[in-house]
């Protein structure tokens, strides 16, 4: 699976941006989905993630519950985090990744290129 994630930019804080992570191949709806950020100077952390089928069964980081929502569109090979309420400590390049289901990093096997968020006061 190839992931490509778009989306990213400037925004004031408040605001929002939906960011998009693309996949190539057939498996797509075999994978559980994922997003991470990682801040400058900081480790990778975890942000959302979505099961394979989707729907209620999602897991969201505490830094960004109630303000973010994650997606997944399986017709579409697309999953989405719509990220409202943006504070400049949202400001990090977020990942997409696929995988199994869960919090870990190691829990997925294949990840995107990062799209870059810059949240300013």
């Known amino acids: 699976v190839q992931l490509q994630a778009s989306g990213g930019g400037l925004v004031q804080a408040g605001g929002s941006l939906r960011l998009s992570c693309a996949a190539s191949?057939?498996?797509?709806?075999?994978?559980?989905l994922g997003w991470f950020r990682q801040a400058p100077g900081k480790e990778r952390e975890f942000v959302a993630a979505?099961?394979?089928?989707?729907?209620?069964?999602?897991s969201i980081a505490d830094s960004v519950k109630g303000r973010f929502t994650i997606s997944r569109e399986n017709a579409m090979n697309t999953v989405y985090l719509q990220m409202n309420s943006l504070k400049p400590e949202d400001t990090a390049v977020y990942y997409c990744?696929?995988?199994?289901?869960?919090?870990?990093?190691?829990?997925?096997?294949?990840w995107g290129q990062g799209t870059l968020v810059t949240v300013s006061s």
């Open positions: 191949g057939r498996t797509f709806s075999s994978y559980a």
């Open positions: 979505v099961s394979r089928s989707g729907g209620s069964i999602y």
């Open positions: 990744a696929a995988g199994r289901y869960g919090t870990g990093l190691r829990q997925y096997d294949f």
